[in-house]
C-alpha cells in the first residue's frame, strides 16, 4: 500500500478542520453552557449534538468489535462513499475502479466530484477476477469499490477474490456490507485490523430497518477515519439520530429476528417465483432482494405499477436485461405481488 498521506489529496492532508464550541469544550462537566449561541429553552433540541457521537460509537464498539476509533457515522453510507472521493480523489486527475453492474451511488459522487470512473464488467455468474480488476488500475487510481452481497444482482462475492484485491493494491479498498447481515459469509469487519487499506461500509438502512434515520457506518484503521471526521459537517448526524441509533442497538435480538424471517422468507419467495410462466430464471440472493429474468421486464413492472405494485427495473442495467429487481417484503406484501403474476398473460 502507498502512504495514507501518498493516498490523501494534500489540500485534505493540510487541512486544519472547523473547530466547533462542542469540539473545544471536552472532558469536564459542565452545567452552564454559554459557548455555542444555542437558544436557552427549547431542551433538549436547543443543543447541538456530539460532533463525534461518542454514546452510538461507543455501544457499536461493543457489537462490532472494533475500536470507536475504527468507526465513522454519516448521513447514511452515502456521506461515507462521498466523502472517500473528496479525500482522497483530486478531481480530472485520480481515478477511481468498480465492479459492473453494481450500486449506482458510487458513479454518481464520481461524477459530482470530477473523477474518472472505471468499470470492470462482471462474468455471467456475476463474479469478478482481482486480476482483470486490477489490471484496470493506474498508478492514479485511488480506490476500488466493491459491493458483497452486490447490488442489483444479490450474490456475495468471492472471499478469495476480495482478499487478493485487497492484498494486491496499493491503493484504498471500498467494501459495501450493506446487505452482509442477510448473507451466510462473515463480515470482513473480522479481519478490518490486518488490512490498514480496508474500508468496510455498513448501514441502518437494510438489516436495521432505518433507512427514514439516514444513518450509516465506515470502518477504517483510525488514520483513515480520522480523515473523514476532519472533511464532514461538524454537525453531520442530528440528535434524533444519534438517539433513535442508540435505541436501535437496543433491539439486537429484535433484529436478529427479522433478519432470520426475511432469509426464511426469501428462500420460498423465490423458489416460487421462479415457476411463474413469466419468470425466465431466479439468480441466487445472500441478500434481502433478489433478482430475475423474466419475459418481458419493462412490460411487467408497468403492469404491476398499474396494480399498485412496485418493483425495481433493472433492464437498463449492465448483464441485468429483462431483469426486475425484487425487495423481500412480508408474506402478504410478497403474496401480493405473486397473484399478480400469476393473472399477468404475455
Ligand atoms: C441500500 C444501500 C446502501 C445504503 O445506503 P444508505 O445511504 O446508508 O441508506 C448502501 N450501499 C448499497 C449497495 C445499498 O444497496
Redesign the pocket.
Known amino acids: 500500500m502507498k502512504t495514507l498521506q501518498e493516498l490523501t489529496r494534500p489540500n485534505i492532508w493540510n487541512l486544519k478542520p472547523y473547530s466547533s464550541a462542542r469540539d473545544e469544550y471536552k472532558g469536564f462537566t459542565a452545567s452552564v453552557f454559554l459557548d455555542a449561541n444555542e437558544n436557552p429553552y427549547n431542551s433538549p433540541n436547543n443543543r447541538y449534538p456530539d460532533p463525534l457521537q461518542h454514546d452510538l460509537k461507543s455501544e457499536l464498539s461493543r457489537i462490532k468489535k472494533v475500536l470507536p476509533e475504527q468507526i465513522f457515522l454519516g448521513n ?3 456521506e461515507a462513499i462521498d466523502l472517500v472521493f473528496r479525500a482522497f480523489c483530486e478531481p480530472a486527475q485520480d481515478n477511481v475502479v468498480a465492479i459492473d453492474p453494481t ?1 449506482g451511488m458510487y458513479k454518481v459522487c464520481a461524477d459530482v466530484n470530477n473523477v474518472e470512473y472505471r468499470k470492470v464488467l462482471l462474468d455471467g455468474s456475476f463474479q469478478f477476477s482481482a486480476d482483470k480488476l486490477l489490471a484496470a488500475t493506474d498508478e492514479h487510481t485511488k480506490l476500488i469499490f466493491l ?1 458483497s452481497p452486490n ?1 442489483p444482482t444479490g450474490n456475495e462475492l468471492l472471499r478469495s477474490e476480495v482478499e487478493k484485491v485487497i492484498n494486491e493494491f496499493d491503493g484504498l479498498v471500498v467494501l ?1 456490507e ?1 446487505y452482509s447481515d442477510f448473507s451466510g459469509a462473515p463480515s470482513m469487519l473480522l479481519q478490518l485490523s490486518e488490512y490498514p487499506n480496508l474500508i468496510v ?1 455498513q ?1 441502518f ?2 438489516a436495521w430497518g432505518s ?1 427514514a434515520i439516514r444513518l ?1 457506518m465506515a470502518f477504517a484503521s483510525p488514520e483513515i477515519i480520522g480523515l473523514l471526521n476532519k472533511i464532514k459537517y461538524p454537525y453531520n448526524v442530528n440528535l434524533l439520530t444519534q438517539k433513535e441509533g442508540l435505541n436501535t442497538l437496543h433491539k439486537y435480538y429484535e433484529i436478529e429476528r427479522w433478519v432470520k424471517m426475511l432469509i426464511e422468507e426469501r428462500e420460498s419467495f423465490m423458489k416460487d417465483f421462479a415457476k411463474l410462466s413469466c419468470v425466465e430464471q431466479v439468480f441466487p440472493s445472500d441478500a434481502n432482494f433478489f433478482l430475475a429474468r423474466v419475459t418481458d421486464a419493462v412490460k411487467i413492472y408497468n403492469y404491476l405499477v398499474s396494480l399498485g405494485i412496485i418493483v425495481r427495473n433493472r433492464h437498463s442495467v449492465a448483464l441485468c436485461g429483462n431483469c426486475l429487481r425484487i425487495t423481500v417484503g412480508t408474506r402478504v406484501e410478497n403474496n401480493q405481488l405473486m397473484e399478480a403474476l400469476k393473472e399477468y398473460e404475455d
Request: proline share 0%; with cysteine; net charge negative.
Open positions: 447514511g453510507s452515502d450500486y459491493c447490488n459495501d450493506a461500509l448501514t438502512s437494510k433507512a450509516g
